[in-house]
């Protein structure tokens, strides 16, 4: 396993059998992509130009990265579908693993997989984890001053970045003040999440409640629980007030 850190920008090799789909066609194949973590919060897949099922047209737009270099922007293009500016490569970067390897960006796909497996959002990062505990712990959730949840029967799921958050019995919530929001979110080590507002006097909370009715299999645990932003809400836990948590979601 290879390691490289240039200005922040570390790369990995990793050994997953890789696909992206656009239209119903393969775009990509690969046993050998690189995981390319441009920012902190999680690695974008870099991909063998030789395992690139689909041909590169160039756009003429350069995308500059002052740590990858000088970008070049192209559409992909296979059986008659073409996926405007999905993908770009770094054929003189300064990172030499980065030189042979292309981009392919990750909405402008339909779906990826990892082995047989299909996985939403992002790569999964192979530094992260997430543990879901079964607790005991009193769990109490008040918004606008008044408690809207109260469970002595929590699952705390923790989550390598980011705050413990609190899944709760949905039964241990008053469901009264729930009124269903339309949003949807995914997230590539739990699933799809749907969401509920919190009406309390007049006053309605936005998406401050999440539930994942059919997470992936490694987070079985969570499945029809309650979750709270903690950012947003007051979170007592063995009648203690939490701080609340400074995170992107705050």
Not at 93 to 115: A, C, G, K, Q, T
Not at 196 to 203: A, E, L, P, Y
Request: hydrophobic share 35%; glycine share 6%.
């Amino acid at each position: 396993m290879t390691d490289t850190t240039r200005r922040r920008v570390r790369t990995e090799a990793c050994r997953k059998r890789v696909r992206a789909f656009a239209g119903g066609q393969l775009v990509v194949d690969t046993v050998t992509p690189t995981l390319v973590w441009e920012h902190p919060y999680y690695p974008a897949y870099y991909l063998p130009l030789a395992d690139l099922r689909a041909e590169l047209e160039t756009t003429g737009s350069i995308r500059h990265s002052p740590s990858r270099g000088e970008g070049v922007e192209y559409h992909v293009v296979i059986d008659g579908i073409t996926k405007s500016a999905a993908a770009v490569r770094y054929p003189n970067s300064p990172i030499p693993e980065l030189r042979e390897l292309v981009r392919l960006d990750w909405e402008l796909m339909d779906e990826w997989f990892e082995e047989d497996e299909p996985v939403y959002v992002h790569p999964r990062d192979p530094y992260k984890r997430v543990d879901i505990l079964a607790s005991s712990r009193h769990v109490r959730i008040d918004v606008g001053g008044q408690t809207v949840a109260e469970s002595r029967a929590p699952h705390i799921l923790f989550e390598t970045g980011l705050p413990p958050r609190y899944y709760l019995p949905m039964l241990d919530l008053r469901t009264e003040l729930l009124t269903p929001s339309p949003t949807r979110t995914r997230c590539p080590y739990k699933g799809t999440a749907e969401y509920f507002n919190v009406r309390i006097d007049g006053t309605e909370y936005s998406d401050l409640v999440w539930t994942y009715r059919a997470p992936v299999p490694e987070s079985q645990k969570i499945a029809g629980l309650a979750c709270f932003y903690d950012e947003k809400v007051d979170v007592y836990v063995d009648g203690e007030l939490q701080e609340r948590p400074k995170t992107p979601f705050a």
